[in-house]
């Protein structure tokens, strides 16, 4: 099967590349960096020819409101048009769990909700994968969340995931048939956002002291105890946080 990954060359997009190529698929990553452009739709035509399936896991370079919208909902535009135009019969998008909740107070989860309903509205048959955090990123959410050298954090809820699993999540989707709809992922965890942050931060040397403050925000975001947290119908993959550290310290 031959399928395109938009954003082929990033985190998740490399990693569902390889995967998809070692089960015998066709995997074509898609990216500026080989001359995809999604936001203006070079070298979309030539991309998409013969793809059965588009997944893109592409992001917004920048979290800034403004631009995130151009971005999230140039992009959606071009490539459902180009994938209509070239027959591709399934279309895959990587959003994130909590995205509606989330939109109400973010001006780059609300650009993420457009994206999603642009999907929904498409032309083209679509499975959204709505993923968790990612253990990678989680020194990202420590490093907003400073303030005066101290992390402070809410005491709520999050369930996050390897980057690795999220693209076996994806890729799952992407060889199945559409959804019409969503369909969640999550890592096989919970944790609350103090301790999670406390122990990644431990596992690298990191010595801020990380605050359970209630007044605390998530990206700026009031979150309840589940906005990050997927659903009872959701898929809950095999790798633990703990594992994942002691993977990243032997290999680094």
Known sequence: MRIVVIGGTGLIG???????TEHGHDAVPASPRTGVNTVTGEGLPEALEGAEVVVDVSNSPTFEDAAAREFFTRSATNLLAAESAAGVGHHVALSVVGTPTLAQQSGYFDAKLTQEKLIAAGPVPHT?????????????????????????????????????????????AALGDPVNGFAEIGGP?????????????????DKRPVITDPAAKYWGIDIDDDTLVPGGAATFFETRFADWILEQAATH
């Open 128 to 172: 959204v994968v709505r993923a968790t955090q990612f253990f990678e990123f989680l020194d990202t959410i420590a490093d907003s969340a400073a303030v005066d050298g101290a992390i402070l954090l809410p005491a709520k809820g999050i369930q996050p995931m390897a980057a690795a699993d999220v693209a076996e999540g994806v890729a799952i």
């Open 14 to 20: 490399s990693k569902l590349v390889h995967a998809l």
């Open 189 to 205: 965890e919970r944790f609350t956002l103090p301790d999670l942050i406390r122990t990644a931060l431990i596992a690298r040397g």
